[in-house]
């Protein structure tokens, strides 16, 4: 098992190097020079002073150096946690990050946890309940919410619970440290807007692979002894079923982070997807690369996790 | 002896009763007929298209006409579907913004399944080194959280709707890619290959025209499953301005344009945010039915 850990860590490190690889040469396509960005328009200098200033910043972000130093020095600094500063404002972009973090993490989390509430039941009801009304209805209402735009849904909540009934603020951000009731307030929307995106993915596996555990010798062994249905279901049927279902919630982190990239935009909530995509406008590169490069390397590390986590799960599971 | 369990074949409700499958486009269709939620996806889809392709006839007005004087008018005898801020007719903003969408799902989603079954077929048939650091590569690309990846490609190249169609290849060509991987490494094995082989056939016209036919079922299957997902993130790229741009109509950017006026005019945002989910639904009830219909296995894909 160790030793598994050990080989599955070092096989992140090649995918590591062609996933920071991508995103610096996704700078060096940008049109026009960063250093250029980061003068901006509005100050005026004349010729030789321009020219002076421009080089100067040039050796501060390294763009002087050659291509395969800069690569280098990027993801070395990137490794002890030096991301730059950004361009507009000079601020670590290392700062700017973990100060819109935990906005992102409760969105996350929360959302996480509510596709878990909505589709885990979901989907053993639709498959305990095979081929019926009822699994027809839960596995039409899972398509649905794989079909359901984020952009749509958040509109629809903010337009029936902001506007129309006024229960809930329609944007906005009251930090948790301020006021939990506020706080709490003003994650609902985003969260339900997110998390059942979410719940239809789980909801649609839960199903499938229940279905497979149902039909195993082993559950009617457990029937046969007269076991409890619940216990059957659950310590039996759950527990086998859980494999995939883990596999996705690993795979399912990456919608969730994308998706709170739009849904802090769409609820102007401060965290790191809208700090990105502000610095997308803004071409603010290095917050940019450094919020990409955080959201990707906790994704490689959560499906690492996930694999992982299938030992635990199920001991019969052998690396070799 | 008990009967085995029913769910021993996870086939769902499409297939029950499916008789044996006639080949050809004409059996692959009279499977697909059986399948209800498909065939209204079918239709769903089919709108679609029949807007995007018919949008200059069927639009009452120029979709980017702007008329000051009637600036958010309610749905009404006019304007079906009202107007917008700039007093544009949303119905007609509505129907050309199905082309944006549909083209751009389509091309993308074409672009990446040929670019992916090629490097899935050179490496499942290839094997060796070749094999191992053309999957190493799709990996990492893999790795890259979906809409994340799309807004890093669309910030470094400049916000437009190529840009935004290049992301989202990039994101789907390498699931592609591994499944027809898959499917060439059992193939490759094949009698009927090794005669191939034997009688000094090329490995292109082996694999383009002994092992690709065979392999086809699973690349349509994940190209129309793929369709749906496609529209969604240009719909979305186009929502945060970096797809789309104005003042040309797509679905995503009315959704954000709308969102302004929610308050006075939430016909906007609603009814482009519908057509959306009209068409990704109908795209998805399509890819699910053309799964259960060619390759039942693949479920869980």
Redesign the interface.
């Known amino acids: 098992m160790t030793e598994y850990i050990i080989r599955r860590f070092f096989m992140m490190i090649p995918v590591l190097l062609i996933v920071t690889g991508v995103l610096f040469m996704l700078r060096e396509a940008t049109p026009g020079d960063p250093a250029s960005v980061a003068i901006g328009q509005e100050t005026e200098l004349n010729k030789a002073e321009y020219k002076a200033t421009l080089d100067n910043l040039r050796a501060k972000y390294d763009l002087d150096k050659p291509l395969a130093l800069q690569y280098g020095l990027w993801v070395g600094r990137a490794a002890i946690g030096d991301l730059g500063n950004s361009y507009r404002s000079n601020q670590p972009v290392r700062e700017a990050i973990s100060e819109r973090l935990p906005v992102t993490l409760e969105l996350g989390g929360l959302s996480l946890l509510l596709s878990w509430i909505i589709a885990v039941p979901a989907g053993v009801i639709a498959a305990r309940n095979r081929n019926n009304v009822r699994d027809l209805g839960a596995n039409f209402v899972g398509l649905l919410g794989l079909s359901v735009p984020n952009i749509w849904m958040a509109f629809i909540l903010i337009y029936f619970f902001a506007v129309k009934l006024q229960w809930l603020p329609p944007s906005g951000w009251v930090r948790f440290s301020d006021d939990p009731l506020g706080n709490l307030r003003s994650v609902i929307l985003p969260v339900i807007t997110l998390g059942t995106s979410g719940a239809a993915v789980i909801m649609r596996l839960t199903r499938s692979s229940l279905l497979e555990v149902i039909s195993q010798d082993y559950m009617r062994t457990a029937r046969a002894k007269g076991l409890r249905e619940r216990a059957i279901l659950w310590r039996h049927g759950m527990r086998n079923a859980l494999i995939p279902i883990t596999t996705v919630v690993g795979l399912e982190l990456g919608g969730l982070i994308g998706g709170a990239f739009i849904v802090e935009q769409i609820f102007s909530l401060p965290g790191m997807g809208k700090l990105a995509v502000d610095a997308i406008y803004a071409r603010d590169y290095p917050i940019v690369q450094g919020v990409l490069l955080m959201s990707t390397v906790t994704y490689l590390l959560a499906n690492f996790a996930v694999d992982i986590s299938y030992g635990l799960l199920d001991p019969r599971i052998r690396y070799d | 002896m ?1 009967s ?5 074949d ?1 086939s ?2 499409a297939l ?1 009763g499916t008789r044996p499958r006639r080949a050809g486009v004409i059996g692959f269709l009279a499977t697909f007929r059986r399948q209800r ?1 498909g065939m209204a996806g079918a239709v769903m889809l089919s709108l679609t298209i029949i807007a995007a392709a018919t949008a200059p006839w069927l639009a009452p007005y120029d979709p980017n006409k702007i008329d000051p004087l009637r600036v958010l008018e309610s749905p009404g005898a006019q304007h079906w579907l009202g107007t917008d801020g700039l007093g544009r007719d949303v119905l007609s903003r509505i129907l050309y913004g199905a082309r944006v969408s549909l083209y751009a799902g389509v091309l993308v989603v074409s672009v990446s399944m040929i670019i992916g079954t090629t490097i899935g077929l050179v490496a499942g048939y290839a094997g060796g080194l070749i094999d191992a650091l053309l999957m ?2 799709m ?3 893999l ?7 799309a ?8 916000p437009s709707l190529t840009n935004a169609m290049i992301a989202i290849a990039v994101l789907s060509f390498p699931g592609a890619a591994r499944v027809v991987r898959g499917a060439t490494l059992s193939l490759r094995e094949r009698d009927f290959i090794t005669a191939e082989r034997v009688l000094g056939a090329s490995p292109p016209r082996i694999l383009f025209r002994h092992i690709l036919p065979n392999a086809l079922a699973p690349i349509i299957v994940i190209g129309s499953l793929r369709l ?1 997902g496609a529209i ?1 993130i240009e ?2 790229l186009s ?4 797809g789309v741009q104005p003042p040309q109509a797509s679905w ?1 950017s009315m ?2 344009e ?2 302004r006026f ?2 006075r005019a ?1 016909w906007i ?2 009814t482009s ?2 057509a ?2 009209l068409a ?2 109908g795209a ?2 399509v890819g ?1 039915a053309v799964r259960d219909t060619l390759d039942p296995r693949l ?2 894909a």
């Not at chain 2, 085995?4 to 021993?8: C, G, K, Q, T, Y």
């Not at chain 2, 929502?239 to 970096?242: D, I, T």
């Open positions: 008990a085995p369990p029913a769910a021993v996870d769902g409700v029950a939620l190493r590569a990996d990492a690309l790795a890259f959280p979906g809409l994340v990846f807004l890093a490609v669309t910030a470094a190249l400049g749906g969604l719909t979305s929502f945060l301005g970096l995503g959704v954000n709308g969102s929610l308050e939430p945002s609603m945010g519908g959306i989910f990704v639904l998805n009830l699910d479920r869980n």
